[in-house]
C-alpha cells in the first residue's frame, strides 16, 4: 500500500516554506499528505510585512473529523507550533492515531535567537514533545535550546555529540542537527542511537546566499525516508545534494532571497527516494 503522512506546520501563500515546501517534495517521494494547519500566512516571515490567522481555535475539531472517519497514517511530521495549546493538540494527536514513525522539527530559533513567540512555557512544551519522537531535526540554536545550554558560535563537535546523547536518552533515538558552519562549509551532525557508529559530522559546500525554507526541506526529505524505513545518513546526504542543487538554481534563475529555494525544477531526483 501507498505510505501516509499527517504533516502539521503552517501554511504560507507566498514564499516557498513549510507547507508550501513539504507538500511537494514529500509528495514526489511516493507519499500521500494529510495536513494540519497550525497558522495561515500570506506569507513568510521575513519580508517586511504579513498577515496571520492561528488555526488554533480550529484544530480540535479538524482533528476530531479525522478520527471520525477513521482516517489513517504511518507517520507524523511537525514544524512551526505556535502556541502551548497546539502542543497539547499534538500529543492528543499522537494518542488517537497510531503512527509507526513521528518526525519533529522544533522550529524555535536560529543564529542563537529564540523567535519571539517561544515563551518558557512553550519551549518546556517543545522539550516534552520531542520525547515522542523518532527523529527530531532542530538546528544548532534549537539544540542548545532544548537541552538548557548556552548557545555560542564555536561549539564544538563533542559537545554537540553530548547533547544529542542527553536528548536520546529522554525519547528520540534518532537526531539530525542542521546548519552547523565550518568556515566555507556547512555542516549536519547525525546522532542514531541503532547505529555501530552513533555519531557522525557530514559537511558538504556552502553555496551562498542562503534562503528562508531550506530548513523545510531538509526536514521533509529526513521525514520521507523515515517514512519508507530508509537509512538515516543516506537521507541526510540525499538533502544536502538536494539543497546544494537547488540553491544554485536559485541563483541562477534570480530568485529573490526572500522567495525561498527554487526546488521545483529538481523534484525529479527525489522519485526515487
Not at 8 to 24: A, E, H, I, K, Y
Not at 96 to 122: A, C, K, Q, R, W
Not at 134 to 145: Q, Y
Request: hydrophobic content about 35%; overall charge negative; proline content about 5%.
Amino acid at each position: 500500500m501507498q505510505p501516509s503522512i499527517a504533516i502539521v506546520n503552517d501554511l504560507s501563500g507566498f514564499g516557498r516554506c513549510s507547507l508550501t515546501v513539504s507538500l511537494p517534495i514529500i509528495s514526489s517521494m511516493g507519499i500521500s499528505c494529510g495536513v494540519v494547519p497550525t497558522a495561515i500566512l500570506s506569507n513568510q516571515t521575513e519580508y517586511p510585512e504579513y498577515s496571520m490567522l492561528d488555526f488554533t481555535p480550529y484544530m480540535e475539531e479538524y482533528l476530531c473529523k479525522w478520527k471520525k472517519l477513521g482516517f489513517k497514517f504511518d507517520g507524523l511530521y511537525t514544524g512551526f507550533l505556535g502556541s502551548e495549546k497546539q502542543i497539547h493538540i499534538i500529543k492528543k494527536m499522537i494518542d488517537d492515531f497510531s503512527f509507526t514513525n513521528i518526525i519533529v522539527d522544533p522550529v524555535m530559533g536560529d543564529h542563537g535567537v529564540i523567535y519571539d513567540s517561544y515563551t518558557d512555557e512553550l519551549c518546556d512544551g517543545m522539550r516534552e514533545l520531542v520525547t515522542h519522537a523518532t527523529i527530531i531535526t532542530p538546528n544548532l540554536t534549537e539544540l542548545c535550546i532544548l537541552t538548557k545550554k548556552p548557545y555560542h558560535a564555536d561549539i564544538t563537535e563533542e559537545e554537540i555529540k553530548n547533547m544529542c546523547i542527553e536528548i536520546a536518552q529522554k525519547g528520540p533515538k534518532k537526531i539530525v542537527v542542521t546548519g552547523i558552519e565550518k568556515g566555507d562549509q556547512l555542516g549536519n551532525a547525525i546522532y542514531d542511537q541503532e547505529s555501530d557508529h552513533p555519531f557522525e559530522m557530514i559537511y558538504g559546500k556552502k553555496v551562498l546566499p542562503l534562503r528562508p525554507g531550506t530548513g523545510d526541506v531538509f526536514a521533509s526529505i529526513i521525514a520521507g525516508n523515515c517514512i519508507h524505513n530508509r537509512d538515516l545518513k543516506s537521507g541526510v546526504l540525499q538533502a544536502m545534494n538536494f539543497i546544494c542543487t537547488c540553491l544554485e538554481t536559485s541563483s541562477k534563475l534570480n530568485i529573490p532571497i526572500n522567495d525561498g529555494v527554487c526546488f521545483e525544477e529538481h523534484l525529479h531526483l527525489l522519485h526515487k527516494a
